[in-house]
């Protein structure tokens, strides 16, 4: 095998996941949130795939590419919910969603 | 000499990813942010590569990169000065929340691999030459893995139609 | 026979479940006749039962009738029986025959009040109550009895429940017999610890025959005299009593003169056994028997209450009753309850048709000369008053007598202190009863009387009248629902003691001794001795009320003894400061320091702490978006931990 070992892969992917969350959690714009969600979807996917070359099944990868049709239609829908929040004139801005506010 | 050059593209594929990644989270513009995840989803592609995952690789580029960012950028185009927001504010306990989980999710990722596989993820197994290939993945899409297959086209069917009925003009809204 | 007992037992129970039942929808002289009828089914019962007892040879009078087992558990047994021998019929008859008489009486005197059902529905559950204590088979069903006619006693004193002096004076009544019951039942405890059983054979057994050791038998004795005090209102329980007349006049009649206080001579009669085995204490309650008769007598003296005179007569009666079931003279105790029944009823009633005459006036001192405007009511309250002071051929004469002459033949030191007791009582007998019937029917018409006298009718504003009180003079003085059992009781007084003739004939006394046998038995010529110096000193009481009456003076004058007197010997003041305000002490304190701030402080805690968590739970819901994507990533984290760990 060439290249670095399983080992690495994971740890990039674990590092990926956490600036993920980070995002997430941290940035007020939903488009922001949006693209950190995607950050994290890929570092699955790149663990994946490290796994799938250290176990030498094909499976691996397989799932990658339905993690990236899901992760395609998650987006689709998640821009149509910030055009609708600008079709109604209200800010993009996660923290003035407080409905659930009690 | 191949494996030093796997070793150095490696590296830096790495570290393009992790730092377009923490340029993804901290550009004020989303125009930035956006473009910052392609630089991300592209070095990616590269550690696919190397990984001998082709397929996915050249899906992570033509789908990815391709259509899901191109999306991206057409809505912040339309929204345009409206896409502004603050950085991030709100309680310090949030902001100091999301720096601790990330670091807290990241160090446990670490320590379950070594404690727990330890030195099993050494060796790997020899791979095929079509390992990676278009049709190998298409084999397992369509005999194991079918149903998968299936519901994933479902999944995007209904997106579609999600993504539609979102953006459909409604009588009352749009008379302002 | 059984039938004819059991008859009696339930009557009244059914009569005042109907009364009870029917709520509103019978009208009052409905529940009257109900009531009424219902005793005197009971007393039918017990007539024929004690007809055809009274025709059975000596040795077979004892009858026990099991209904059905009430308790049952392995070492201990009790069931529903009823016990039908001399003593208990004679209890019956008196307790049916008397009872109805009085509850007839109350339909003219209760009429019209407010609540009438409720109170012949008492009166009804009083008579079931007290025909429970007396035909129990077993000691357990007596306890029942004893605490249900305390519960009666307390219902009925109580009726008038707008007044604060009425519900004070019943629950006085209700918690010093409390204190007996308390007693009662921590000598029953020793019997089921000792002889495992609270049948009448059985530990009767075990107390003659030897087997329960002098300090058991001693304390339950005591345990049963603790309660016969209580019961019976003698010292130093006996507060309660002239307080109780707060009830209405029937109510007193009945309960606190023919039937519950003698429910305590009753208790030692039948549990004979239990105080032979136990002379000390047995001879203590002749002894507090004594005591009551003196202190009751003088105390009586200087009251200005018509009913409270008779009751402290009450008091001092029963203290000769037990001082004859304590020197074991238990013939001659039943035969003075007998006789006290009636005798003091027929004072109580015709005592309540003056009150009822003159609209709830029951001060002496403003009555006078109503020996013209009342002449029925004058000769029956004469009659009792003779009875009562023990003037012969009236029925006290023979009872009071029999009683004293058993002291003598007792002997001893006991013996003779106790004929100096009895004898002194007689006088003061004579003495406070005439004392009270010179002030009420003789001297001129007061201002009150005069009011009154116009006709029952005229002005009256004590409840309605019945319409027979307005025709003929001779039911001018009250409703014929009245008259009539007043005059019952008179002849009853006046002949009733005729069943017992020392040398002649004694059936009354033979009757009883199958049941308790006397310890001691008078000869004739003590009898007549005693008899002949005991109502000299009855006639010299009354002659002496009489002198103090002509001049216009009272018998005790003013002064420090006269102020003991009518404070009651300051009895009342002992126990309030003994008992009544450290418990009130105490119970203040408890509700300052533990009451308030523990428990209720508790509470409030508890509630302000719930509502405390509810606000500070109810924070987690910030409706921050990235709080909760803040939250769920941390539970994430967390739960890796967990699982990497369980692994």
């Known amino acids: 095998m060439l290249g670095p070992d399983t080992t690495w ?38 663990a994946l795939v490290g796994f799938s070359r250290h176990f030498a099944t094909v499976d691996g990868q397989v799932f990658a590419i339905s993690v990236m049709a899901v992760a395609a239609a998650e987006v689709c829908v998640g821009l149509g919910l910030i055009v609708a929040f600008t079709r109604r004139k209200m800010e993009l801005d996660v923290d003035t969603l407080t409905e659930l506010r009690g | 000499m191949g494996n030093f050059l796997v070793w150095v593209i490696w590296i830096a594929a790495a570290l393009a990813c992790i730092s377009t990644g923490v340029a993804v989270i901290s550009f004020t513009n989303p125009f930035y942010s956006a473009l910052a995840l392609i630089g991300n989803l592209a070095s990616l592609a590269v550690l696919f590569l190397l990984a001998s995952a082709e397929f996915v690789a050249a899906a992570q580029i033509l789908v990815y990169a391709g259509a899901v960012m191109v999306m ?92 539609v009925v979102l953006g459909m003009k409604s009588s009352a809204e749009d008379n302002a | 026979m059984i039938a004819g007992a059991w008859l009696c037992l339930l009557a009244p129970l059914a009569g005042a479940l109907l009364i009870t039942l029917a709520g509103t929808h019978i009208s009052r002289s409905a529940a009257a006749w109900i009531s009424t009828g219902s005793v005197f089914v009971g007393f039918a019962g017990a007539a024929v039962a004690f007809l055809q007892v009274a025709g059975e040879n000596v040795d077979d009078r004892e009858h026990l009738s099991t209904a059905y087992t009430w308790l049952g558990v392995p070492g201990f047994k009790v069931a529903m029986q009823i016990l039908v021998d001399p003593v208990s019929l004679t209890m019956m008859l008196i307790i049916t025959g008397v009872g109805g008489l009085i509850v007839w009486y109350s339909m003219g005197y209760m009429k019209g009040e407010d609540e009438e059902r409720r109170y012949f529905a008492y009166m009804a559950f009083f008579v079931f109550a007290m025909l429970m204590l007396v035909m129990g088979g077993n000691l357990l069903l007596l306890l029942v009895g004893w605490g249900l006619v305390g519960l009666a006693s307390y219902l009925l004193i109580g009726f008038y429940h707008d007044r604060p002096e009425a519900v004070a004076a019943a629950k006085k009544a209700f918690i010093m017999n409390a204190i007996g019951d308390a007693t009662m039942a921590l000598g029953f405890f020793l019997l089921i610890a000792k002889t495992g059983s609270l049948d009448f054979s059985t530990v009767f057994a075990a ?68 105080f032979e085995a136990a002379p000390n204490v047995q001879h203590l309650s002749a002894i507090i028997g004594g005591v009551t008769i003196i202190v009751a007598g003088v105390i009586a003296l200087v009251q200005w209450d018509i009913k409270r005179v008779i009751a402290y007569s009450t008091m001092s009666q029963i203290g000769y009753m037990f001082l004859a079931a304590g020197i074991g003279a238990y013939g001659y105790a039943m035969f003075h309850l007998m006789t006290h029944a009636f005798f003091k009823a027929l004072l109580f009633l015709s005592a309540g048709i003056i009150i009822h005459h003159l609209a709830g006036e029951q001060d002496i001192r403003r009555m006078g000369g109503l020996r013209k405007v009342m002449p029925f009511t004058h000769a029956a309250f004469l009659v009792g008053a003779l009875a009562l002071a023990g003037i012969p051929p009236l029925s006290g004469f023979w009872s009071k007598d029999g009683i004293i002459s058993s002291a003598l033949a ?52 004590y409840g309605q009248e019945d319409a027979q009180s307005h025709d003929g003079h001779g039911h001018a003085e009250g409703p014929l629902s009245m008259l009539i059992p007043v005059g019952v009781l008179t002849v009853l007084a006046a002949i009733g003691g005729l069943v017992v003739i020392p040398g002649v004939w004694e059936p009354f006394l033979t009757w009883i001794d199958g049941v308790a046998e006397p310890l001691v038995t008078p000869t004739v010529a003590q009898e007549y001795a005693t008899s002949a110096v005991a109502v000299a000193l009855a006639a010299a009481g009354i002659w002496l009320a009489r002198r103090a009456f002509a001049a216009g003076r009272e018998l005790v004058a003013d002064g420090a003894v006269r102020t003991t007197l009518e404070h009651k010997l300051y009895f009342d003041e002992l126990y309030d400061t003994v008992f009544s305000r450290p418990a009130q002490v105490i119970a203040n304190r408890l509700r300052t320091d533990i009451e ?52």
């Not at chain 2, 991206?72 to 309680?91: E, K, T």
């Not at chain 3, 016969?228 to 009945?254: F, Y």
């Open chain 1, 9 to 46: 892969y994971v740890a990039v992917a674990a590092v990926l996941f956490g600036i993920g969350t980070t995002g997430v959690i941290l940035r007020r714009s939903p488009l922001i949130v949006l693209l950190s969600l995607e950050i994290m979807l890929n570092a699955s996917n790149l």
């Open chain 2, 72 to 163: 991206f950028l057409f809505v912040i185009a339309y929204l345009g000065g409206r896409a502004d927001a603050p950085w991030a504010g709100g309680p310090r306990w949030l902001q100091l929340g999301a720096f601790i989980v990330g670091a807290a999710l990241l160090m446990e990722v670490i320590v379950a691999l070594a404690t727990k596989a330890g030195g099993d993820l050494s060796d790997g197994e020899e791979l095929s030459r079509s390992f990676g290939s278009p049709a190998e993945i298409g084999r397992l899409f369509l005999t194991d893995h079918l149903l998968a297959f299936e519901i994933t086209s479902i999944v995007l069917l209904v997106a579609a139609v999600g993504g």
């Open chain 3, 410 to 461: 007792e002997g001893g030191a006991l013996g003779y202190t106790l004929v100096v007791i009895g004898l002194v009582g007689a006088l003061l007998t004579g003495a406070y009863t005439f004392r009270l019937y010179y002030l009420v029917f003789h001297g001129e018409p007061s201002e009150l009387v005069l009011e009154h006298s116009g006709g029952h009718g005229s002005g009256h504003s």
């Open chain 3, 207 to 274: 107390a003659s025959d030897g087997s329960l050791s002098s300090s058991t038998a001693n304390l339950v004795a005591l345990g049963l005299l603790g309660g016969a005090i209580a019961k019976s209102a003698q010292l130093p329980l006996h507060t309660w009593l002239p307080d109780a007349m707060e009830g209405p006049t029937p109510v007193s009649a009945l309960i606190h003169a023919a039937t519950m206080v003698t429910a305590g001579v009753y208790l030692i009669v039948r549990t004979h056994a239990i």
């Open chain 3, 596 to 647: 308030e701030p523990i428990v209720q402080g508790s509470l409030g805690e508890i509630g302000a702490g719930v509502s405390d968590a509810a606000v500070g739970t109810a924070r987690l819901q910030t409706g921050l978006l990235r709080s909760y994507a803040l939250v769920i990533a941390a539970s994430v984290a967390v739960l890796v931990v967990v699982f990497l760990a369980a692994r």
